[in-house]
């Protein structure tokens, strides 16, 4: 009888074009899909939490797939992080329930963007930060934030292509500004996310550090629902999807 195993995979997204399968394209789910098959001799579905755009990176997606096989949680993990390269590692490996999705089991997810705030760039951070070289006003960028916790509509921080999304109601449970030396870390957690949604986010924040725009003018952003309002896309290498919570 096939057995339900959900992984907690993190990795480094710089090599590859985002998590979902493409054809002609290094992605981390058909990284994954070949590890498997090299260790069971099978491809099986792969359901994820969600999937992240070229460059991001994650430290806890979740997924979820059937295999028919006599192998426990323990030795699956080891001999998958065997086959996989060293920016790809399984953190965990469980069985659950049959009717466990690693997607419409979640019930909410956490994202941080970390921002290099001085002058000069990071030879050592460059795949892991936005370098922003304007100094940044934090307590105002925390003052705008505030406008973006509870229930709303962020169409304004949507950013896929063709038509708005029919449904882009959102509980952002908590977003937080903090600040160590020269880094400036972005974290929130909500029941879903728009697509770039964190990273629009952090793009208008980061105008309203550097005094473009008032804190006041957040909240007129998000009750426009329009895109043109909000601040540019911060770039993917700076996001990282942190965890999945069920």
């Known amino acids: 009888m096939p057995i339900n195993f959900a992984l907690t995979l993190e990795y480094d997204g710089t090599a590859y074009h985002g998590w979902q399968l493409q054809e002609n394209a290094s992605t981390v789910q058909g990284i994954l899909l070949d590890a498997i098959e090299r260790v069971t001799e099978t491809r099986p579905t792969i359901y994820a939490s969600g999937r992240t755009d070229?460059?991001?990176?994650?430290?806890?997606?979740?997924?979820?797939?059937?295999?028919?096989?006599?192998?426990?949680?323990?030795?699956?993990?080891?001999?998958?992080?065997?086959?996989?390269?060293?920016?790809?590692?399984?953190?965990?490996?469980?069985?659950?329930?049959?009717?466990?999705?690693a997607q419409h089991s979640a019930v909410g997810?956490?994202?941080?963007?970390?921002?290099?705030?001085?002058e000069f760039p990071s030879a050592l951070l460059r795949k892991y930060t936005w370098h922003v070289r304007f100094p940044l006003d934090v307590p105002a960028m925390r003052e705008g934030a505030r406008h973006l916790v509870g229930r709303h509509d962020f169409r304004a921080f949507w950013g896929g292509d063709g038509d708005n999304p029919r449904d882009a109601v959102r509980t952002v449970a908590q977003l937080t500004i903090s600040q160590a030396g020269d880094s400036v870390e972005i974290r929130v957690r909500a029941d879903?996310?728009?697509?770039?949604?964190?990273?629009?986010?952090?793009?208008?924040?980061?105008?309203?550090?550097?005094?473009?725009?008032?804190?006041?003018?957040?909240?007129?952003?998000?009750?426009s629902r329009d895109r043109k309002q909000a601040g540019p896309t911060a770039p993917p290498h700076g996001l990282f999807l942190v965890e999945v919570f069920y």
């Open 54 to 101: 070229a460059g991001v990176h994650a430290l806890g997606l979740v997924v979820n797939f059937e295999l028919d096989t006599r192998l426990d949680s323990d030795d699956l993990q080891h001999a998958l992080n065997s086959n996989l390269p060293r920016d790809i590692v399984v953190k965990r490996a469980k069985k659950v329930p049959s009717d466990f999705h």
């Open 192 to 223: 879903g996310f728009l697509r770039y949604m964190v990273r629009n986010i952090t793009g208008t924040l980061a105008d309203v550090g550097r005094m473009k725009i008032t804190p006041r003018r957040v909240k007129e952003i998000l009750e």
């Open 109 to 118: 997810k956490q994202y941080k963007y970390v921002i290099l705030n001085r």
